[in-house]
């Protein structure tokens, strides 16, 4: 019977740490490194009466605060200076803008509404890295005539995912965790594939997409070769040529 009893309290307990740890770490908001992000109060107007406090990482430091009867609105700059001049206030809702992030901006940030009663709220906020254009060269050190081999790429990245696509569907794919590493994928097209090929770089929350132009792409370094060399002396003799004629009427 008692352990029965403690099976119960075990699982009220569990659920009651669940709730509150949803609730510690309530509404996720991500955003690109250089955008700014909103931290809503939800709030249509403050109270007369109400005190707000935007507070910030684990020793919840007070980077902003709001007493509408005293006419207090502060922002501050953060212990390390972080948000110097990144931050604005709503007046009138309370929500906070931090503007032009950085990594360093990432973190779980609480707002504390006092009024008749104290309510809060807290934003997890990620910042992700601007994710930079993947960039398709070919593969000259291994071609043949029927098909052209191509690679894409990208330099110091992290928490991303690289993909080849034909029209919409996936063809392969490659991770990076957090390190910041460089990825490259390879590609074996043949010259007369008709399929819309594109190299998709994703993270969570935004992508960057090269398309693949084998005519241009794959011509000049593979099949290219030849083709060149072919205007090259075409060329060559055709001024060989121009010469002749102009020397021969010079001569006349
Ligand atoms: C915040 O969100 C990120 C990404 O979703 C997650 O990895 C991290 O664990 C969260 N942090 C907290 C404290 O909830
Ligand atoms: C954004 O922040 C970076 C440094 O973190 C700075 O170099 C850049 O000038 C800032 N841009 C704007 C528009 O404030
Ligand atoms: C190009 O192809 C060769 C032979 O298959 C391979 O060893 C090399 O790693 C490839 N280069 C790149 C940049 O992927
Ligand atoms: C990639 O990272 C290395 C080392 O951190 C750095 O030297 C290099 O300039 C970076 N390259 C780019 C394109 O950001
Ligand atoms: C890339 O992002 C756009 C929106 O920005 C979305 O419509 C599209 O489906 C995304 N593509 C991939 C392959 O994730």
Redesign the pocket.
């Known amino acids: 019977m008692n352990t029965k009893y403690l099976r119960v309290l075990t699982l009220v307990i569990f659920f009651i740490c669940c709730w509150s740890l949803t609730g510690v770490f309530g509404d996720s908001v991500s955003v690109t490194e250089g955008d700014s992000v909103t931290l809503n109060t939800d709030l249509a107007e403050i109270h007369e009466d109400e005190d707000i406090l935007w507070k910030c990482g684990a020793k919840y430091f007070t980077i902003a605060e709001i007493s509408r009867d005293s006419g207090i609105f502060f922002t501050h700059d953060g212990p390390d200076g972080r948000f110097r001049h990144r931050l604005k206030l709503d007046h009138q809702t309370g929500s906070l803008t931090i503007m032009n992030t950085t990594t360093e901006h990432a973190g779980v940030y609480e707002l504390e509404i006092t009024g008749v009663k104290v309510t809060s709220k807290t934003f997890n906020v990620s910042v992700y890295a601007r994710l ?1 254009v993947p960039v398709i060269i070919s593969n000259s050190s291994h071609c043949s005539s029927s098909s052209c081999s191509v690679v894409c790429s990208v ?2 990245v992290s928490d991303v995912t690289l993909s080849w696509y034909a029209g919409m569907s996936v063809l392969s794919r490659i991770n990076a965790s957090d390190l ?1 590493i ?1 990825l490259s994928l390879p590609l074996e097209v043949e010259y007369q594939d008709k399929n819309t090929y594109s190299c998709v770089l994703n993270n969570p929350i935004s992508n960057q997409t090269t398309h693949l132009d084998i005519n241009t792409l794959c011509r000049h370094t593979c099949a290219g070769a030849p083709v060149s060399l072919i205007v090259l002396i075409s060329a060559g003799s055709l001024m060989i040529v121009a010469v002749v004629v102009i020397f021969c009427i010079c001569r006349k």
């Open positions: 930079p330099l110091n910041s460089s």
